[in-house]
């Protein structure tokens, strides 16, 4: 090595790995530098580590491979779920490396980057029309399933949701936060797998720790205290009456998924705290540019939550906040509004302080 050699060295994970499948979970809990507050500590558990970029992943796996073992699925049969995109890129990923044919149901809403990304790893996507909500894309994953004798997934009612958080994600909280303060967990729902999942163990475990829920500020549906009208099986039977259309891909549904159900009835949060939009993209934005922490809108509106809970926490508090999945999911949405492709007057100046290699005016 030369004289002025690395400080930093790696040494491997001491494994090798027998399939991609292998790598879901473990991911890194990673402490806020330059966001946070002088009196508090907060850390981001960063779920875009998951091999396809997002929280989803875990869920994927276990949905597949609980249905593989109770024989729900059988070898080579195809597999159907409605998504909003994180969840099909993950179901793609596992089914890729198992061997089953994939078909995802989507609102048209959802970015076109999602789509393209489950179409790589193979999945057929099916749109359905944004007018018709969540509800659209859930009921045609479903006729596609009972015409078909398709495997549904069933990610907003199945147990293996929560179950897989409970098992990976919340040990993986625990682990880390032995001998360590942990005063507020913070998360959004989307079906809400992480916070049942988390809020079981923590409950348990850790009864000091505080969850806390956020929400879109423009569909509180936990907010309105409004009930949601379920069917038998769990699944909701209308579109819940708080619902708008929000730009936190992933978050809030237009119903109060089943699996959401276990956190409300068990309380497992103490507090829910509405999100704007636009707050969640200014926070993405800031862990961005000033972490280094590349999130989507979900990850910088769960940090809003965080970061609104440590101004008023008392010194010495600890705070984790979920982020999600990948920024690069976002290319064509809010998020990136304001990120040029063409070089602004700053860098065109750059270019014309030196010579060469400019384009011409
Ligand atoms: N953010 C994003 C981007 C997601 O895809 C999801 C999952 N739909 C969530 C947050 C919420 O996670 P959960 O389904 O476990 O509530």
Known sequence: MSLQATTRTTAGRGRLFDSILDTVGDTPTIRINKLGVDHATIYVKAEFFNPASSVKDRLALN????????????????????????????????????????????????????????????????????????????????????????????????????DIHEATTAREIINDFAGSRLDWFVTGYGTGGTVAGVGRVLRRERPETKIVLSEPANAQ???????????????????????????????????????????????????????????????AKALAQKEGIFTGISGGSTFAAARQIAEQAPAGSVILCILPDTG???????????????????ELALSRSTPGFQFAA
């Open 63 to 162: 949905i597949i491979e609980e249905a593989e073992r109770t024989g729900a699925l059988k070898p080579g049969q195809t597999v159907v779920e409605a998504t909003s995109g994180n969840t099909g890129i993950g179901l793609a990923m596992v089914c890729a490396q198992k061997g089953y044919p994939l078909v995802v149901t989507m609102a048209d809403s959802f970015s076109v980057e999602r789509r393209k990304l489950m179409r790589m790893l193979g999945a057929k996507v099916v749109l359905t029309p944004r007018a018709e909500k969540g509800f659209g894309m859930y009921r045609k994953a479903v006729e596609l399933a009972e015409a078909n004798g398709w495997f549904l997934a069933r990610q907003f009612e199945t147990e293996a949701n929560a």
């Open 328 to 346: 690069e999911r976002y290319l064509t949405t809010p998020l990136f509004e304001t990120i040029e492709a063409e070089m602004d007057e700053e």
């Open 221 to 283: 549906l936990i907010g309105s205290g409004h009930a949601q009208e379920r069917g038998p099986d769990g699944a909701p039977a209308v579109s819940h009456p708080a619902f708008e259309p929000h730009p936190i891909q992933g978050w809030t549904p237009d119903f109060i998924p089943y699996v959401l159900q276990e956190a409300i009835d068990s309380r497992f949060y103490d507090e829910v705290i509405p999100i704007a939009g636009a707050e969640g993209i200014k926070w």
